[in-house]
T-cell receptor, first 114, second 117 residues
Framework: ETGVTQTPRHLVMGMTNKKSLKCEQH?????MYWYKQSAKKPLELMFV???????ENNSVPSRFSPECPNSSHLFLHLHTLQPEDSALYLC?????????????FGPGTRLTVL | AQKVTQAQTEISVVEKEDVTLDCVYE???????LFWYKQPPSGELVFLIR??????QNEISGRYSWNFQKSTSSFNFTITASQVVDSAVYFC??????????????FGQGTELSVKP
């Protein structure tokens, strides 16, 4: 595998379910990101991890819980979601969290909350 | 305020036409970076170009060219002789410096380009 991979690619869940999204990067990067992309809206940054430490939480509701066990893996744990949380969730990585560092994106997980 | 505006929501052209995607940004920083990404139907954002605010030289890469003008805070993207494979959503993004919080990229709303055969 190369680049940034995300699993699953598609997920349908009920509001009472608990599920997790997984992201893995094979680029030797130290920073990883979660973005939410809703229809007709710009990409919204959710979380940033730098060397496994969370450096940004962009006022994300607690029903989204990130986990970064090492610099190559990033998870997004989901519970008690709402229908408005349906979106494309994109993971990205970069060498550092410096301004100007190019972010490499995964293909995303298309989440539908019923 | 840090903001990126892509006023064109959707553009439709016929193959071989030239097309320009507009991007206007706002920032108080004197040093910043600008990006363009392409998002094909598969969903993955593909990096196209990065520009430092001190480098106003226009850039050409094959059929792609970028026009950076600090005086008008614009970073426009032109595709020459468009092809069907260019159909995608294109995002312009800003990476500020002084006000940056951990590698933040501020995205525009995207322009959906449809190239018809």
């Amino acid at each position: 595998e190369t680049g940034v991979t995300q699993t699953p690619r598609h997920l349908v869940m009920g509001m009472t379910n608990k599920k997790s999204l997984k992201c893995e990067q094979h680029l030797g990067h130290n920073a990883m990101y979660w973005y939410k992309q809703s229809a007709k809206k710009p990409l919204e940054l959710m979380f940033v991890y730098n060397f496994k430490e969370q450096t940004e939480n962009n006022s994300v509701p607690s029903r989204f819980s990130p986990e970064c066990p090492n610099s190559s893996h990033l998870f997004l744990h989901l519970h008690t979601l709402q229908p408005e949380d349906s979106a494309l969730y994109l993971c990205a990585s970069s060498l550092r969290t410096e301004e100007g560092d190019e972010q490499f994106f995964g293909p995303g997980t298309r989440l539908t909350v019923l | 305020a840090q903001k990126v505006t892509q006023a064109q929501t959707e553009i439709s052209v016929v193959e071989k036409e030239d097309v320009t995607l507009d991007c206007v940004y706002e920032t108080r920083d004197t040093t910043y970076y600008l990006f363009w990404y392409k998002q094909p139907p598969s969903g993955e954002l593909v990096f196209l170009i990065r520009r430092n605010s001190f480098d106003e030289q226009n850039e050409i890469s094959g059929r792609y060219s970028w026009n950076f003008q600090k005086s008008t805070s614009s970073f426009n993207f032109t595709i020459t002789a468009s092809q069907v494979v260019d159909s995608a959503v294109y995002f312009c993004a800003l990476s500020p410096t002084i006000y940056n919080q951990g590698g933040k990229l501020i995205f525009g709303q995207g322009t959906e380009l449809s190239v018809k055969p």
